[in-house]
Nanobody
């Protein structure tokens, strides 16, 4: 059974940095064609943040995090990461790792992901 476990969340001041990590077990990361980070703030809908195709390692970011966040995948270590810099209070949310067996044209769509982690909390204070 595939499991995704996130870590690295915490509380930081605006302008700070965090690195989130998602460890995949029960399969190799290359068994999953695409992986992504989503987030959900209290009272808001889940939002796609970043995605990566496991084969090409091509990455995509939502507009609000471009230039501040980066996503990477270590296929050898079965680890997905999200490096977050210049954090803002509006980045405060629960961050979730997701993996999909099939590559979708629209990597930002949650329907394309089969496995989800439990989330790690990020809180950014002003």
């Amino acid at each position: 059974q595939v499991q995704l476990v996130e870590s690295g969340g915490g509380s930081v001041q605006a302008g700070g940095s965090l690195r989130l990590t998602c460890t995949v077990s029960g399969s190799t990361s290359t068994s999953n064609c695409q992986m992504a980070w989503f987030r959900q703030a209290p009272g808001k809908e889940r939002e796609w943040v970043a995605g990566i195709y496991a084969g090409t390692l091509k990455t995509y970011l939502t507009a609000s995090v471009k230039g501040r966040f980066s996503i990477s995948l270590d296929n050898a270590q079965n680890t997905l990461s999200l490096q977050m810099t210049s954090l803002r209070p509006e980045d405060t949310a629960m961050y979730y790792c997701a993996a999909g067996r099939v590559c979708a044209v629209r990597i930002e769509r949650p329907e394309g992901f089969n496995y989800w982690g439990q989330g790690t909390q990020v809180a950014v204070s002003s």
